[in-house]
């Protein structure tokens, strides 16, 4: 289990999906064995959801491949 104070130490990365005009921008942080944390990049001291390292990699998988442009 992935706890709070072990995220206040991550390094935060941002999508390359993401803009540079202060839009929606999602960070994840590597480093965490089995999981991927994920936050909002404008609430940086807000929530950040864990999710299973192969559930995010289907994730990112199906955003690349275009699954869900039409939302």
């Known amino acids: 289990m ?3 104070s072990s995220l206040s130490r991550a390094s935060w990365r941002k ?3 993401s803009s540079d005009n202060g839009g929606s921008c999602v960070e994840v942080a590597d480093g965490f064995p089995g ?3 994920v936050r909002d990049s ?3 001291h807000g929530p950040a959801l864990v999710f299973p390292a192969g559930g995010w990699a289907s994730f ?3 955003v690349k491949g275009g699954e869900f442009a039409a939302l």
Do not use: E, G, H, R
Request: net charge neutral; hydrophobic share 25%; glycine share 0%.
């Open 2 to 4: 992935t706890s709070a």
């Open 15 to 17: 999508s390359s999906y």
């Open 35 to 37: 999981v991927v944390p």
């Open 42 to 44: 404008k609430d940086p």
């Open 60 to 62: 990112v998988s199906s």
